[in-house]
């Protein structure tokens, strides 16, 4: 807070000193033409309705208009930031405060009208908001969204990443391997009630040795089919939510005025 106030009263001098040195010159240069025995040649009205120099002591020469200028038609300090200069005259001056005030009630004018249009286009889709989302009935829609939330939260993390194409293809190929495998080593019981003992526990042998090779691919892919499963669902209900969602709006699936109005969590 310390240091705050010190910077304070130092910026405050920083300002007194430049004030001072400002008037100074403004002093210096207005003395200076003053006794050069020039006179104000910047026209003024007469009574009589014509125009004639001013003829007062010289306080400055304008560099912009060349005009030499008195005291009473040098530039003065006028809120807000026109401030006396040593050689601009009054005319000039007044140019300039017109040209910045111009450009100001431009820029408001521009700016009002801008608002307008902005209100003008939320009206517009607001009524096409009303509209979109009464002939969608977003209200039941609504429901429908929170239940397929639900069961959306509800799925299994890693839902949403399924497993690749040929990770699936493979999955279907080991399956169809132990079906296959199976119903042939099945078949082989089955076929002759009166098979012999030994034959018996060779196909028996031979199934142990089977389901033993595949079982871990067959998990594996079991793992597969679970998850490719997982994903239909999740996607399902991805798409389900999109389509419920489509009713709420203007319908619009890009509309900006719709995104700044609300988002989905």
Same mark, same amino acid.
């Given at each position: ?21 400002? $008037? ?47 005291? $009473? ?27 910045? $005030? ?91 009630p009166a098979l012999s003992a030994p034959l018996v526990f060779t196909l028996g042998a031979i199934l142990a040795i089977a389901m033993l090779a595949l079982g871990p691919m067959s998990r594996w892919?079991l793992r597969i089919r679970i998850q490719h499963s997982r994903h239909l669902r999740y996607t399902a209900l991805i798409e389900e939510r ?24």
């Amino acid at each position: 807070m310390r240091s705050i106030e010190i910077q304070s009263h130092i910026a405050a001098q920083e300002r007194e000193r430049a004030e001072r040195e400002r $008037a100074t010159n403004i002093a210096v240069s207005r003395q200076r033409w003053l006794t050069s025995g020039k006179r104000c040649d910047i026209e003024v009205a007469t009574s009589s309705g014509g125009h004639r120099p001013c003829a007062e002591p010289a306080a400055g020469h304008c560099s912009s208009c060349e005009h030499v200028f008195c005291v $009473a038609h040098q530039s003065y300090d006028r809120p807000p930031g026109f401030r006396v200069m040593i050689d601009e005259c009054i005319q000039c001056q007044d140019q300039r405060v017109e040209t910045v $005030a111009a450009a100001a009630r431009e820029a408001e004018k521009k700016a009002r009208q801008a608002a307008e249009q902005r209100e003008r286009r939320h009206r517009a889709h607001e009524a096409k908001v009303r509209a979109h989302e009464k002939e969608n009935d977003w209200p039941g829609a609504r429901t429908l969204l929170d239940e397929v939330e639900r069961r959306r939260r509800e799925l299994p993390n890693g839902s949403y990443e399924g497993p690749t194409g040929s990770e699936i293809a493979r999955a279907n190929a080991v399956l169809i391997v132990d079906v296959v495998a199976i119903s042939v080593l099945g078949c082989g019981f089955v076929a002759d009630p009166a098979l012999s003992a030994p034959l018996v526990f060779t196909l028996g042998a031979i199934l142990a040795i089977a389901m033993l090779a595949l079982g871990p691919m067959s998990r594996w892919a079991l793992r597969i089919r679970i998850q490719h499963s997982r994903h239909l669902r999740y996607t399902a209900l991805i798409e389900e939510r999109d389509e419920l969602r489509s009713a709420r709006g203007c319908g619009k699936p890009d509309c900006k005025l719709c995104r700044a109005e609300w988002s989905w969590s």
